[in-house]
């Protein structure tokens, strides 16, 4: 009898043994050969980041993102469209547009309208103020929610040949046009309100304000019209369309122009060592110093609300805004980044490049308004731009151009 129970007591602890670790080594088993969650992904981004001469930086981040996920299996789906192309774009059908996309965020508005973005919450929304400066996280905020993952700053500054403008000269546009010719793209949009922004006025109050409306009429509007008209004449003027201020600077006939860090290698390639870049001069309107301010913003990684597996899109528009990724993008690309730890490393800080878009997103720039009312204002404003400089716009008509121009800009329809 006692040598049976001994028995029964061995063959209960044995189960108990085998019980408490098999169950252990099933739970392992069992998440070793978790099935992977199989997905397919569309990724639409611009064509330069997808091209194999600049290295398809998307492409790699992708995989690269694979890679550190085995959980998925992810088949990605590109397609090439630009970031300010989205909200023409996606709005048209989001059900069918990209799951994860590159946007310039002054269309966050349009895309929310169109219920083709995301909130981005959680720890990825953290990520994002936590990585970036305050201003770079409004401008991809509204109403305190955040709609992308920023990698780059975005608006325009000064290049410049060196050796032609000294640094007093090119504190001025005024004063570098007395000396060589400039090219300024006068008939685009995007860069005609930074005169009369110079001069006081306004864009919807503080740019949010959509009920504020803008305000380029009045002494100060017509101020700043006659002085376009001034500038159109201006025989060291150029008006930069169609590329003509990059082919001025290969023929040596034009020493500065105005764009962005996308015309940095061309520009580069063209100046070689006298090759300079700086934030945005001054003008002289009656007799004063105005300082001009170029539309500033970002470009961000949205998520569109109706993909298919949003833990995944999520997670992947985490990862291309990463500080690994933006400094991927940067050495390929030369997209300048904005995550705050690597704009610190002494290799960015000492680029003149990073130097001149900062400066002028710190200093002279405004944050470019996206409320629904800035829709009325970039036809109306190319057109302007075409009639100052084709002399349609006189200094004897500028008080009523000026007029039926700020009534356009703020009236659906009107061009």
């Not at 991809?140 to 993952?149: A, E, K, L, R, T």
């Not at 580069?268 to 001069?281: H, R, S, T, V, Y």
């Amino acid at each position: 009898m006692k040598m049976k129970k001994i028995m029964v007591l061995f063959l209960i602890t044995a189960i108990c043994v085998t019980s408490v670790f098999g169950c252990g080594k099933s739970n392992s088993t069992s998440t070793e050969t978790q099935a992977v969650v199989k997905a397919t992904v569309k990724v639409w981004g611009p064509a330069e980041d997808q091209s194999t001469e600049q290295g398809q930086w998307l492409q790699t981040m992708c995989d690269k993102f694979n890679a550190e996920h085995p959980e998925w299996d992810i088949t990605y789906e590109y397609s090439v469209c630009s970031e300010g192309d989205v909200a023409k774009t996606i709005p048209q059908d989001p059900s069918n547009s990209g799951d994860v996309y590159f946007f310039a965020n002054d269309q966050i508005q349009t895309l929310i309208d169109a219920n083709a973005i995301s909130k981005i919450g959680g720890e990825t929304a953290d990520y994002v103020k936590s990585t970036n400066s305050s201003a770079i996280v409004d401008s991809v905020s509204v109403d305190g929610n955040i709609y992308g993952v920023p990698f780059t700053t975005n608006t325009w500054f000064m290049y410049y040949d060196k050796s032609k403008f000294t640094e007093a000269d090119v504190k001025n546009l005024d004063t570098m046009l007395t000396k060589k010719k400039v090219a300024f793209p006068l008939t685009t949009a995007w860069y005609v309100a930074s005169f009369y922004l110079a001069n006081g006025c306004t864009m919807f109050d503080d740019g949010k304000n959509n009920a504020a409306g803008i305000s380029f009429a009045g002494d100060k509007g017509v101020a700043v019209t006659k002085y376009l008209v001034n500038l159109a004449k201006n025989s060291n003027f150029v008006n930069d369309a169609d590329g003509v201020g990059i082919a001025g600077l290969r023929d040596g006939s034009i020493s500065a122009m105005f764009s962005g860090s996308w015309d940095y290698k061309s520009v580069k390639g063209i100046l070689g060592d006298n090759f300079a870049a700086k934030e945005l001069p001054t003008i002289t309107i009656d007799g004063k110093q105005q300082q001009l301010k170029s539309f500033a913003g970002s470009k961000a990684i949205g998520v569109n609300p109706n993909c298919k597996n949003p833990q995944i899109a999520v997670a992947l528009a985490k990862y291309l805004g990463s500080k690994d990724a933006q400094s991927e993008h940067y050495k390929l690309r030369s997209v300048i980044p904005c995550n705050t730890e690597l704009l610190n490393t002494s290799e960015i800080k000492a680029d003149v490049l990073v130097t001149a878009q900062n400066n002028t997103f710190e200093k002279t720039s405004v944050m470019q308004p996206f409320v629904t009312g800035m829709n009325n204002f970039w036809t109306p404003a190319e057109n302007f731009g075409k009639s100052i400089v084709n002399g349609e716009i006189t200094l004897d008509n500028a008080a009523d151009k000026t007029t039926a121009f700020n009534k356009a800009i703020n009236t659906a329809g009107v061009n």
